[in-house]
Nanobody, 120 residues
Framework: QVQVVESGGGLVQAGGSLRLSCAAS????????MGWYRQTPGKQRELVAI???????NYADSVKARFTISRDNANTSVHLQMDSLKPEDTAVYYC??????????????WGQGTQVTVSS
């Protein structure tokens, strides 16, 4: 089992910055990817940014050039630096950890979510 804990959300004015962090613990056989998703009421959860086990990153078009995802060398923590925030970035942000074993998977583990609110 893998535990995922997020931190770093809050309230910020438009144009400001926030940094989200996510720590994974427990038994991780093989890491596939770590990423950030966000969700607003009435909408589906959407991908914000993802970093794979080999370091490849991918971003939603709406956050490219403003958000940066990074990971520590132990592959147990992932961070999301959010700059030039806009009111439309307001959402609950969830950390995802995707793993697999040699024979089965992938398995997805989610954090509890952290609220990001950007005021205009």
């Amino acid at each position: 089992q893998v535990q995922v804990v997020e931190s770093g959300g809050g309230l910020v004015q438009a144009g400001g910055s926030l940094r989200l962090s996510c720590a994974a613990s427990g038994t991780i056989f093989r890491l596939v990817a770590m990423g950030w998703y966000r969700q607003t009421p009435g909408k589906q959860r959407e991908l914000v940014a993802i970093i794979t086990s080999d370091g490849t990153t991918n971003y939603a078009d709406s956050v490219k050039a403003r958000f940066t995802i990074s990971r520590d060398n132990a592959n147990t923590s992932v961070h999301l630096q959010m700059d030039s925030l806009k009111p439309e970035d307001t959402a609950v942000y969830y950390c995802n950890v995707r793993t697999r074993t040699r024979w089965t998977g992938p398995y997805d583990y989610w954090g509890q979510g952290t609220q990001v609110t950007v005021s205009s």
